[in-house]
Every structure is written in C-alpha cells, then in structure tokens.
C-alpha cells in the first residue's frame, strides 16, 4: 500500500499559493490540505489555480478539501443548508476528497444524523467522498459517543485524529481500547498529530517528555495502518497536522510559539515515512 503526505495550508496563510505550492513539492510532500473560507476571494481562485497546474503535471499529487460551517448558533435546519452549499461548492472542484468539520457536539443525536444524511446525499450526487474529522465541537467529538453514529451509518469514512478524543476524555484512553478499536476500522485519512490529556497538541513530539504519549498515537497510527492494508487498499493518506498558535503552545506575554510548527510536521513526516 502506497502511504502519500500531505501538507496542511494551516499557519502558512501568509504565504502566496505559488511559493506555498513550491515550498510543499521541494519538501517532498505529495499532497495540500486546504481550508479556503470564501471561494470568490482572489487568494482561493489563486490556490485553485496552482492545484490545477501540479495535479496536470503531477497527476497523482493529492488535494484535500476542508469544509468548516462558520461558528453562528444556527438551528440544525439552518446548519444543514449552510454545511450543503458549501460541500456542493468544494466538490464542484474535484478534489481527492472533503475533510468536513461535521455537525454539533450540542446537536441531539437525531439532529446530527440528519447532518450526517444530508453530507452522505451530497458525496452520492457529486461522486466526491467526504470524510469526518474527529474533532472536538463536532458530532464526533467523544469516542465513546462516536460508536452509535458507526452503527447506524457504517458506510461513514472519519478523518481520524484522536487527539481530541484525548483532551475531551481528560485520559489517554487507556480505558477505551475496545471503542478506539471500532472507530479505527472507519478512519480513511489520517492526522498525524500527537496531543495529551489537557490540549490538543504537545509543544514538540519528538521532546523525551512526551516519548509515552508518542508511543500511544504511534500505535493507533500502526493499527490504522494496518488495518487498511488487510483491506488491500492500494493508497492511504497522512496530514501531519501540527498547528499554530494557540494550537502552539506560546511564551507568556510575547505570544511567542515555543516549537516550529513547519519543523515539526516535515520530521513527522519523514519520522513516519521510516515507521510505517
């Protein structure tokens, strides 16, 4: 099985698509995950631009698009018109597939289904997959409440990033193997970022004080692995997915990040590319 990485847009939106586009192929990734608030602005029609140029040169290089619902209270019917128009819109630009930030860890159980049949219509009528990102805030906030959505939608494909799973538990779920090992089975791309029992991300993976942790997400990646390649699946893809600031824990009063967010998602990188 074919393992390719991708490179997060996120803490480089201050760089120019041409340059960013640039600084990703010359480090040896081989595909962008790309979260584009508005699509008429002239910085996304650039992106779009410079994606379309590498995939006709670079054919099997990888664009993920991310889809996040703006943070307003909306009523889940509202919620679900907004969530539509947006993934309708990505998939109009055929992207390897959508990572959707889905749902509302408030919305009842029912509601979100309707939000997770709404999103499966849109991937049936355009023939794009969209995946679920584990993610604190959304409905797939809790592991353990995660499960019942696997059972009544076993068809779902999950970004898996446990981190969240992680902070949200207060634990490194040592006590919830057999949940992690149904979820595991449904994660189809994956963020390879390490967090801990109080936040989402640790300040440096590689630092010796988080060598157990590391350990830990290590061996779900290796089960996701895994599990994927019983599957005879002929491709899996990894974001490492360390972030910036607040994500980067910072020094006190100069807001100063205390580890290199590009740094350390190029060695993840490469870290896994011996590993897995």
Not at 68 to 73: A, E, G, K, R
Request: net charge negative.
């Amino acid at each position: 099985m074919q393992i390719k990485y991708c490179c997060t847009y996120w803490g480089s939106e201050n760089v120019k698509p041409d340059l960013f586009v640039e600084k990703v192929v010359s480090a040896g990734y081989e595909g962008i995950e790309l979260f584009l608030p508005k699509l008429s602005d002239e910085l996304a029609i650039r992106f779009i631009k410079e994606l379309e140029v590498l995939q006709h040169n670079k054919p099997g290089f990888i664009f993920i698009a991310q889809q996040i619902t703006s943070p307003d209270n909306y009523a889940v019917d509202d919620y679900i018109c907004r969530m539509e128009k947006s993934l309708t819109e990505l998939a109009a630009l055929q992207p390897s597939f959508i990572n959707s930030h889905t749902g509302k860890d408030y919305f009842s159980f029912d509601d979100n289904c309707k939000v997770i049949e709404a999103a499966l219509n849109i991937s049936s009528k355009t023939g794009v997959r969209i995946l679920h990102e584990t993610h604190r805030g959304r409905f797939s906030f809790h592991a353990a409440s995660l499960v019942s959505y696997l059972r009544k939608f076993p068809e779902l494909e999950l970004v898996g990033d446990f981190s969240h799973f992680c902070t949200v538990s207060e634990s490194m779920l040592q006590d919830q193997t057999e949940i992690i090992n149904q979820i595991i089975p449904h994660v189809s791309h994956l963020h390879a970022r390490v967090g801990h029992e109080q936040a989402p991300q640790v300040n440096d993976p590689f630092a010796p004080e988080w060598k157990n942790h590391f350990a830990l997400f290590e061996g779900w990646w290796q089960q996701i692995i895994k599990f994927q390649k019983e599957k005879l699946n002929k491709q899996f893809t990894i974001t490492p997915e360390f972030g910036p600031a607040p994500y980067m824990p910072t020094l006190p009063f100069t807001k100063q990040p205390i580890g290199n967010q590009w740094e350390i998602n190029e060695e993840m990188m490469h870290y896994l590319k011996d590993k897995l």
